[in-house]
């Protein structure tokens, strides 16, 4: 089974990946600040690496003897004051994979993201516009890049078990919210599916209460 290393995995989409793959029998890798408790990744048996994703060589590091077939998933993103990881995060990690030479990658951003812009309420502009803003950078560094990609752009965010009914939207508007074990679990289904390749996917779940 392909190994895997998530970024973002202290929290959020990200320790929902991680937990999911590991039930599913995976090896999981995971990039962690010095500042981030481990305990929660560590009890599921994930390999936890310590370094910050705005080091490029410590990204580099974490993906250092990884066999090649190694799958990564980066759900790295903050909405609140300084944004760069939104950006320069996931640059770090989408040129450090290309130099470790492993192929597929999955980037979770966010509804708003790129061509999905317009569709942002003018709220959620003044909200987290400048955050969304960045990864579309991200995006677009990763669509310039010559890995097998996917984009992730989930709604508004809920914990919470997975209810098993989330949307995925291309090339359409979209609105609503998501709980995070449904975005993870879209994100691991899509490694598996070549089809997933180079598209960028909106997942919403009307099943969500707000």
């Known amino acids: 089974m392909r190994g895997l290393i998530v970024f973002g995995a ?62 990564v998933v980066t759900t790295l993103g903050s909405f609140g004051p300084g ?14 994979t290309e130099r470790a030479g492993l192929k597929r990658l999955v980037l979770v951003t966010s509804l708003g993201g790129s061509e999905t812009w317009p569709h942002l309420s003018e709220r959620s502009r003044k909200g987290f516009g400048g955050a969304v803003r960045e990864k579309t950078l991200a995006e677009a560094w990763l669509r310039t890049s010559g890995l097998e990609h996917t984009i992730i752009r989930p709604g508004g965010l809920r914990d919470g078990p997975a209810l098993g009914s989330p949307q995925r939207i291309e ?40």
């Open 10 to 71: 202290s929290r959020g989409v990200g320790l929902e990946v991680a937990g999911q793959a590991r039930a599913q029998g995976r090896a999981v890798r995971a990039l962690l600040r010095e500042s981030s408790d481990a305990s929660a990744l560590e009890a599921i048996g994930v390999d936890v690496v310590r370094g910050d994703a705005l080091d490029a060589d410590a990204v580099g590091a974490a993906l250092a003897g990884l066999p090649a077939d190694t799958d």
């Open 83 to 96: 944004v760069s990881v939104d950006y320069l995060g996931n640059r770090n990690v989408i040129d450090a």
């Open 171 to 210: 090339n359409a508007e979209a609105h609503g919210f998501v709980r995070r074990a449904d975005v993870a679990a879209v994100v691991l289904d899509c490694l598996v599916d070549p089809a997933t390749i180079g598209r960028a996917i909106s997942v919403v779940d009307p099943a969500c209460p707000a």
